[in-house]
């Protein structure tokens, strides 16, 4: 079941926050949080494990509700450099090299 | 350390011919994943290689579409024939089979079927 990102797209100016969210309507193991730019690969940023605490990586944090069956993706004070497209890739066990199911993304566009 | 190598970055080509893609994965990863990626959508898997043995391929359409990873390293995926709904980006990743899942991703071959 492909989780649901949200919101689709946004704009923001440089220094300004945002959230991205990651709904699934199943009982998750763990999310995966990606950024693609344009022609790239997507490059992973973190991974929220079961039972985790909230992750950083710069001035980019997320969070896992394993309850809820969502994790957020927090930017703040966003760059230039944090433009691209992120997705949310969910795994439902704990094997070492199960499948991940990604979202359809959200764009992300600073501006200036 | 080299990332996933992927060859080549463009293909185009007719409807009806047959086309290969080519993977290097990072060393020493022994899980190998095949995904396309639509415009403006998600990576999907087509098939996941644990070594050399194929242990997930039930999203590939196997009535064109075929892998192979012999001696549990590089990896091609074809097409044959092409279908014009087979354009899209092949994305290669990587991860070590005991970690957290990682995924490593190539830069992807972008193909368009004309």
């Known amino acids: 079941q492909q989780p649901v990102q949200s919101p689709q797209a946004v704009i923001l100016r440089e220094g300004e926050d945002a959230v991205i969210n990651c709904s699934s309507s199943?009982?998750?193991?763990?999310v995966h949080w990606y950024r693609q730019k344009h022609g790239e690969a997507p490059v992973f940023l973190m991974i929220?494990?079961?039972?985790?605490e909230q992750k950083g990586h710069e001035k980019i944090s997320a969070s896992f509700n394993e309850k809820k069956q969502q994790s957020s993706l927090y930017l703040t004070a966003s760059q230039l450099s944090y433009s691209g497209t992120y997705f949310c890739?969910?795994?439902?066990?704990?094997?070492?090299?199960?499948?991940?199911?990604f979202g359809k993304g959200t764009k992300l566009t600073v501006n200036p | 350390e080299a990332g996933v190598v992927q060859s080549p970055r463009y293909k185009i080509i007719e409807k009806k011919q047959p086309v290969a893609f080519w993977c290097n994965p990072i060393?020493?990863?022994?899980?190998l994943y095949w995904y396309r990626q639509n415009l403006g959508q998600g990576p999907e898997l087509l098939i996941r290689?644990?070594?050399?043995?194929?242990?997930?391929d039930s999203q590939l359409p196997k009535d064109r579409f075929s892998a192979e990873r012999l001696k549990g390293v590089d990896s091609t995926l074809k097409i044959q024939p092409a279908e014009l709904g087979d354009s899209a980006v092949y994305l290669c990743?990587?991860?070590?089979?005991?970690?957290?899942?990682?995924?490593?991703f190539g830069a992807g071959t972008r193909l368009s079927v004309l």
């Open positions: 290689y644990e070594n050399e043995e194929a242990v997930d």
């Open positions: 060393s020493g990863h022994n899980t």
């Open positions: 890739g969910t795994a439902e066990s704990q094997g070492g090299s199960e499948k991940l199911v």
């Open positions: 199943k009982a998750l193991y763990s």
């Open positions: 929220l494990l079961k039972g985790g």
């Open positions: 990743a990587s991860t070590i089979r005991q970690g957290k899942n990682i995924q490593y």
